[in-house]
């Protein structure tokens, strides 16, 4: 574990990685793509880098889900489907995660972050201002159990963009606007998040100390993000964003193989 007394620039590094990451995941999801390379950079074994960053992670994503639900922007009790089957993937694949070896997910964390990083800046656009949420339906059922299932599943074993895979799939399945998308995101990543914390807590992969540091500036920068989004929206993030993510994890691709 890292201590308390080494290099202040490692401190401040992660602080820095995680204020900008609750800021981009709030706008576009991704947060996941700058902190979890900060952590590894700075010599965390993995499963803790997946533990406390999911400590992190979950004040982030508290504090933007707070935000859109006081601008009404997610329904609790239409979503409950996708909130309790996010929550049972979540806990799945976070115990899916402890079984590989450190070395293997020193490996496969690099990959899966370039990969999204990728799909991330290349995901289809879709531009509809309804704002109005689709009709109760068995399809409707079966759209939210699959997708809370795989997508708090991945949430749990990787997490990397799950924001993002969350905002672009909710507009694709549920044809609702870049706003309700984002709210329903925000949403079902702190529900996953929260679940695959405790799971990670129960098996002993957090740094608590960096953890709630780091916790602190993706608060704040959710808050700063959340409110940034619902004003002007995410086009002008995203180019710098991305460019800043692929070059971090090659980085740590060109380490780690």
């Not at 900008?20 to 706008?27: E, K, L, Q």
């Not at 999911?54 to 707070?66: C, D, I, R, V």
């Not at 289809?124 to 109005?132: F, L, M, S, V």
């Not at 708090?152 to 870049?178: E, R």
Request: with cysteine; glycine share 10%; charged share 10%.
């Amino acid at each position: 574990m890292l201590e308390l007394a080494p290099e202040l620039h490692i401190w401040l590094w992660l602080c820095g990685a995680a204020l900008v990451a609750g800021f981009v995941d709030a706008i576009a999801g991704g947060g996941g793509l700058l902190t979890v390379p900060a952590l590894m950079s700075a010599g965390l074994p993995p499963h803790i880098v997946l533990g406390t960053n999911k400590l992190a992670a979950t004040f982030g994503s508290f504090a933007a889900s707070l935000t859109y639900y006081r601008k009404k922007l997610f329904s609790p009790l239409f979503w409950w489907k996708s909130l309790l089957t996010t929550a049972l993937g979540a806990i799945i694949g976070t115990f899916m995660v402890d079984m590989f070896s450190s070395d293997v997910l020193e490996k496969m964390l690099p990959v899966i972050i370039i990969l999204i990083a990728i799909y991330t800046l290349f995901q289809p656009k879709i531009d509809n201002n309804e704002g109005k949420l689709p009709k109760a339906s068995a399809s409707l059922s079966r759209k939210q159990v699959s997708q809370g299932i795989t997508l708090g599943f991945y949430d749990g074993f990787a997490g990397p963009g799950t924001g993002a895979f969350w905002t672009v799939s909710n507009m694709v399945l549920y044809k609702i606007d870049i706003l309700w998308s984002s709210g329903v995101a925000k949403a079902m990543n702190f529900v996953s998040n929260a679940c695959s914390l405790a799971a990670f807590i129960w098996l002993g992969h957090v740094n608590w100390l960096m953890g709630l540091a780091m916790g602190g500036f993706i608060m704040l920068g959710s808050f700063i993000g959340a409110h940034s989004a619902i004003r002007f929206g995410a086009k002008f993030i995203r180019p710098v964003f991305i460019t800043m993510v692929i070059v971090m994890a090659g980085n740590l691709a060109w380490r780690a193989w």
